[in-house]
């Protein structure tokens, strides 16, 4: 265990900085909170968790993956990823950092998307422990412990210091970097600050919410459930749930004709809109019902049932908080899994 001083947190982060490429969350205008990468004098937010979560350096919501260039017949692909530089994301909390685990499952798997590999052999994530978890927050649904992150390095900010503890190999060559600005200690700040967030854990409105009723093999329990039409009925479509959530990873391909020939690439794409996977024989959802039916289900049965029963959501409240019609999964798995739920 390592310990850095907070009125050294600057010093700190520039000696990251020096040998990677940092980013940490910042406040923004308006209340918002998002990644800025490290300039010198850059101030750590507080808040909880960033609007968007650390998914943004892995799966970006745009990107470029290649480029066409046309001479006759003939046709050159140019393979234009920059990507070659190694980078540490401070501050992921426990239930973004698990995400990351949802997005191997998909984008590491045969065949694997190098675009998404490459970003996660050049990344380090430095995870947070969340000191102050609040009520929307549910990640103890899906076996997150928020007080016991995992990552690259594991690190517990008090009233005073960081804590880090490194957990692989990437994590200790970054500790390695920031010199004596850290020092040797025991774990029992960290111990008792564990201690502090499970009791407020214990506290929070949603911890008795259970996935229990949920999982794979689930398909025909719930498909035809009469009550997805009385939880859709005001959904607006409009997409927020999925470009919030760390777990979403729909994305639609376009190329585009420019000045200097074509340009393929790649943006997120979300099931809650109407035009989402339409073909010319037409659209496969017609209703908002239908849409709204496939983004829960391949949250709690879908994703679960293909992936040795791990869901696709972490409980980190972002749908929670940000639905304008207050819709989300909390809603739909009280519904659907019983009153006793939560």
Avoid at 186 to 206: G, T
Avoid at 251 to 256: E, G, Q, R, S, W
Wanted: glycine share 6%.
């Amino acid at each position: 265990m390592k310990k850095c001083l907070l009125t050294n947190s600057n010093a700190l982060f520039n000696k990251i900085a020096e040998n990677n490429t940092l980013y940490i969350p910042v406040d923004l205008e308006q209340g918002r909170v998002a990644y800025k990468k490290f300039q010198d004098g850059l101030k750590m937010s507080d808040a909880l968790k960033t609007d968007r979560s650390a998914k943004d350096f892995f799966f970006p919501q745009t990107e470029t993956l290649m480029a066409f260039k046309t001479q006759g017949k003939s046709i050159e692909v140019i393979d234009t990823r920059s990507e070659n530089e190694d980078f540490v994301v401070f501050g992921v909390r426990a239930c973004d950092v698990k995400s990351l685990e949802v997005l191997d499952k998909v984008f590491l798997a045969e065949p694997v998307d190098t675009y998404y590999k490459n970003r996660r052999e050049h990344g380090v994530i430095v995870s947070m422990a969340c000191s102050r978890p609040v009520e929307t927050c549910f990640c103890q649904t899906f076996g997150i412990d928020a007080s016991q992150p995992e990552g690259d390095i594991v690190c517990y900010k008090t009233d005073d210091a960081f804590y880090f503890d490194a957990k692989t190999e990437k994590g200790e060559k970054v500790i390695d970097q920031m010199g004596d600005l850290v020092q040797d200690c025991d774990d029992s700040v960290v111990n008792a600050e564990k201690a502090k967030i499970k009791e407020i854990l214990n506290k929070l409105p949603l911890k008795d919410l259970k996935a229990d009723a949920f999982g794979k093999d689930k398909t025909d329990e719930y498909f035809n459930s009469p009550e997805w039409k009385n939880l859709s009925e005001s959904c607006l479509g409009c997409g927020t749930c999925t470009f919030v959530c760390p777990t979403c990873q729909c994305y639609d391909i376009k190329d585009f004709k420019t000045n200097n020939g074509v340009e393929r690439f790649r943006c997120w794409d979300s099931c809650m809109y109407s035009d989402f996977t339409k073909m010319s024989a037409g659209q496969p959802r017609v209703t908002q019902m239908e849409r709204f039916r496939q983004r829960f289900m391949h949250k709690l049965v879908y994703f679960p049932t293909n992936n040795d029963g791990m869901f696709s959501c972490v409980g980190c409240g972002r749908c929670v908080s940000k639905c304008p019609i207050s819709m989300n999964i909390v809603k739909v798995m009280k519904t659907l899994g019983g009153k006793n739920n939560g």
